[in-house]
């Protein structure tokens, strides 16, 4: 069994984002530029979002935050997302998820300028990520990918079960699997016997929010996990979906909780903020 090292790929990924920030700096005087919307005070949110501008900063990536009230309005917001839209200095906006019930997501993500949608998540960039054309990629699928990728693990005609349907993970990821020309199952809460559906998976995501979701009787031997869930016990300590120390002998591969798709998330994040930069560079030639 090999540990996919998410923590020390993010690393290496982010002192390449370093090094081309540099080099746009030095040649083209552009300093990349990210603009996040965190609304209300979330614990999770919040720690999310200092691990974002803290990677920024070590990047040498412009970052700004701009904290709302959970009781702001959604015209407000979009006030707000037109200003950044027009801003030059900012190449790109993401909206921290989940918004309180007043506002509408959708409405608020269809608002960045898709050129600034460094999150993946603008209708625009889904559709061509969906018809496998050059588009932002959502960052965590496109972590679980590089982190494949740096493993040398192919998943061409691989078996691949995802379990969880979301926007921001489950849906994208199926896309991107698709386009690399494996074979998708995606499950949900309402799959039925879902232990038929991970037994047949040579690469297993999981991203469902639900701890100990996966035992070992669900795994085939060899298989591929890859355990996108976050959830913290009552006793503090952070796990997956993935019952880790039952299942970790039965693959081959396994990604940690922590250490392994969460680091990619905002290594990749970076990644599309400085390919949005670069954009900025040639619309400005123009």
């Known amino acids: 069994m090999t540990i996919l090292d998410g923590k020390a790929l993010s690393n290496k990924i982010k002192e ?75 190449d790109g906006i993401l909206v921290q998820l989940p918004l309180p019930p007043q506002v509408d997501t959708t409405t608020i993500l269809e608002a960045i300028d898709p ?40 998943v061409l005609g691989k078996n691949v079960c995802i379990i969880g349907s979301s926007d921001i993970v489950g849906k994208p990821m199926a896309a991107l699997m698709i386009n690399a020309k494996a074979t998708v199952e995606i499950c949900n809460s ?16 999981v991203a469902a929010g639900r701890v100990n979701l996966i035992t070992p009787d669900m795994v085939k031997d060899g298989a ?11 006793t503090g300590k952070l796990v997956g979906d993935v019952n880790y120390e039952e299942c970790k002998d039965k693959c081959s591969y396994i990604t940690p909780v922590p250490g392994g798709v969460g680091p990619m998330t905002i290594a990749m994040l970076l990644k599309n903020t400085v390919k949005a930069a670069k954009l900025r560079e040639k619309r400005e030639k123009k």
Do not use: W
């Open 16 to 90: 390449e984002v370093k090094v081309e920030v540099e080099e746009l700096q030095k040649t083209k005087h552009i300093t990349p530029g990210l603009a996040v919307i965190l609304v209300g005070n979330d614990p999770a949110s919040s720690t999310y979002v200092g691990m974002k501008a803290k990677s920024c900063k070590n990047a040498g990536i412009y970052s700004v935050v701009h904290e709302m009230p959970d009781t702001i309005t959604q015209d407000e917001i979009l006030d707000i997302i037109d200003r950044m839209n027009e801003n030059p200095s900012l």
């Open 115 to 154: 050129r600034k949608d460094v999150d993946g998540f603008h209708p625009y960039n889904v559709g061509r990520m969906v018809s496998n054309l050059d588009a932002f990629l959502p960052a965590t699928p496109f972590g679980v990918m590089k982190l494949l990728e740096e493993y040398k693990i192919d």
């Open 190 to 205: 309402k799959t039925k016997d879902l232990k038929a559906h991970t037994l047949n998976a040579d690469i297993l995501i």
């Open 224 to 234: 591929i996990i890859i355990d996108v869930g976050i959830n913290r016990l009552e």
